[in-house]
């Protein structure tokens, strides 16, 4: 080998392993990430576990699936549950099923509720909460 081709090959390799790791093509700066179908029907949420943001990272968990968080707020009870409790007001609420694969318990409570206006559900958190919704919140 002469002097030039020895020059030569160390940057040829340089130049196939940067290449490598940076010809992976960059997703664009405004790509909208996929939204899911809204469900139908209106969800208030009751912070009723007294631990802090409660309800609020209920409401984002859920908006993120497609659920129409009508309030999230502290529990006007001042109760303070061991479990969560989700109250559906009306038993034939078309989104019922998609609620029920969203949040991992056995506590809901089917009503017949006319007092209940346009809610669908409310939830009330418990201290369970976080092991309820199926994606662990830090």
């Not at 030039?4 to 390799?13: E, F, K």
């Not at 409401?59 to 707020?73: E, Q």
């Not at 056995?106 to 809610?119: E, P, R, Y």
Request: charged share 20%; aromatic share 12%; glycine share 6%.
């Amino acid at each position: 080998m002469n002097w030039a081709s020895q020059m030569l090959l160390p940057r040829l390799v340089i130049f196939a392993i940067c290449s490598f790791f940076f010809a992976c093509e960059e997703e664009p700066q405004n790509a909208q990430t996929a939204r899911p179908e809204p469900v139908p029907g209106q969800i208030v949420i009751y912070n009723s576990c007294g631990i802090f943001g409660a309800a609020e990272e209920s409401r984002k968990f859920l908006s993120a699936r497609g659920f129409d968080i009508l309030t999230a707020d502290t529990d006007p009870q001042w109760t303070n549950y061991e479990e969560t409790i989700i109250a559906i007001r009306n038993p034939h609420w078309a989104g019922y099923k998609q609620l029920k694969e969203n949040l991992d318990t056995k506590n809901f409570i089917v009503l017949q509720d006319t007092l209940s206006g346009n809610i669908s559900a409310t939830i009330f958190l418990g201290k369970d909460y976080r092991k309820v919704l199926k994606k662990r919140i830090l």
